[in-house]
């Protein structure tokens, strides 16, 4: 079973990520142990960070990272007190709106080299579907895929609409992909939220005057499968799953029939 990290692994996790991009491991470490902007982790942690992507997959075997976070994952840092500290900006936007967009054309890929017969980008139309992706076999296998692409493999962090949820709520066929992004744009990892887990994670609205309309959803291990599928049919072929082991995957593969 991989591996769930503790927030210290995560941060220090991150961190290895995001200066991996222009040092290598030595250098990288050295920074770590003596400059005061990482001071608040020891090198202990930062060397289980280091030692977690590794099994995870994570860095190659010469250092280099998989996946490429950019700066905009780390703005969801603790503050010295420890408190999660949220920030926005606009590269930081943009670059989640490429990462999106990246996650949805490497599934479009996969599921026509899988051999789905109608594939169609729904996303590309209109908003107004619920869900990103199209795929159909038969009459009876019918996928509404809803996809929400990240480059951190330490946690899997989803921001569902209030319209995206009330489509899951009405159609069997609805289901929501999670895509570990690669730094060269393909599937690192691909994972099946549980609907029953979405159903029991959004809030709930506060009185007639309270209505949420977005919800931003940090997904347990256990509440993912790797590949995809709805009730219905697992669309990919199980050679053609990409593994990587983030997120604490607690279920087995779902298997094409």
């Known amino acids: 079973m991989p591996s769930l990290a503790t927030e210290a692994t995560r941060r220090a996790a991150l961190r290895w990520l995001s200066e991996l991009r222009v040092a290598g491991v030595p250098r990288v ?8 902007r990482y001071a ?3 090198p202990a942690q930062y060397a289980e960070g280091f030692a977690w992507l590794r099994r995870m997959g994570m860095v190659t075997s010469t250092g280099r990272p998989v996946v490429d976070i950019g700066d905009g994952a780390l703005l969801g840092d603790l503050t010295a007190e420890g408190v999660p500290r949220v920030l926005w900006s606009q590269a930081a936007e943009d670059a989640k709106r490429v990462v999106g ?11 026509r080299q899988g051999g789905v017969p109608y594939v169609r980008h729904v996303a590309a139309e209109s908003d107004a579907y619920g869900y990103d992706i199209e795929a159909v076999r038969s009459v ?58 979405i159903h029991s994670a959004v809030p709930a609205d506060q009185g007639r005057d309270g209505r949420w309309e977005a919800a931003r959803l940090t997904v347990p291990g ?27 995957f607690r279920r087995q593969p779902l298997a094409s029939a």
């Not at 967009?101 to 599921?111: D, Y």
């Not at 019918?142 to 493999?153: C, G, Q």
């Open 29 to 36: 470490r050295v920074l770590f142990a003596n400059h005061p």
């Open 101 to 111: 967009a990246a996650g949805e054309q490497a599934l479009l890929s996969l599921l």
């Open 222 to 248: 256990y509440a993912l499968t790797p590949g995809l599928a709805t009730e219905a049919w697992a669309l990919l072929p199980g050679e053609m799953l990409p593994s990587a082991p983030v997120w604490a």
């Open 140 to 197: 009876y296998e019918r996928a509404h895929i809803e996809v929400k692409a990240t480059t951190d493999p330490t946690r899997l962090v989803v921001h569902l609409t209030r319209h995206e949820y009330e489509v899951m709520a009405t159609d069997a066929e609805w289901c929501l992909a999670a895509v570990l992004v690669g730094s060269d744009g393909s599937a690192v990892s691909i994972a099946t939220v549980d609907r029953e887990w």
């Open 40 to 42: 608040d982790l020891t």
